[in-house]
């Protein structure tokens, strides 16, 4: 099976976002050898469209994400073609846990941070300097 997302994040606050999408998948099935002829046979090739949702909850290390996918088949060939239609729902719950970014006062300090912009170029025009 293929699948081709695309996915779009807003990220509503520093520890919350939504994220919704489209997709298409592709998918070929074949009934495996040591079945026999008494197994349903639903080989062919089959296109699914769908779009699904979801939710990213998140603090300095774990990362939670419910989602709920809906793909419906619109194209099929082969024996699935004659099949009714198939509809997929999808429920998901995805963990992670990442590194810990740290505060701004462990950050380590940068030239640009000490002085700010506008100070060095107002030093540099006293100066002479272009």
Known sequence: ?????ALFTYDVS?????SVGAL???????VATGL??????????????????GVELHSDRLHVMPALELQRSV????????APDIGL??????????????????RPMQPEDAVPRESLTL????????
């Open 1 to 5: 099976m293929s699948t081709l997302p």
């Open 14 to 18: 520093p520890s919350w976002a939504v």
């Open 24 to 30: 298409a998948s592709y998918a070929v099935y074949r």
């Open 36 to 53: 026999g002829h008494d197994e349903a046979d639903l080989s062919g090739n089959t296109l699914y469209v769908g779009g699904g949702v």
């Open 75 to 82: 194209s099929r060939a082969g024996v699935a073609a004659r």
């Open 89 to 106: 729902l999808f429920l998901s719950l995805t963990f992670g846990i990442g590194p810990r970014d740290p505060p701004v006062s462990e």
């Open 123 to 130: 030093r540099r025009h006293a100066e002479g300097s272009p």
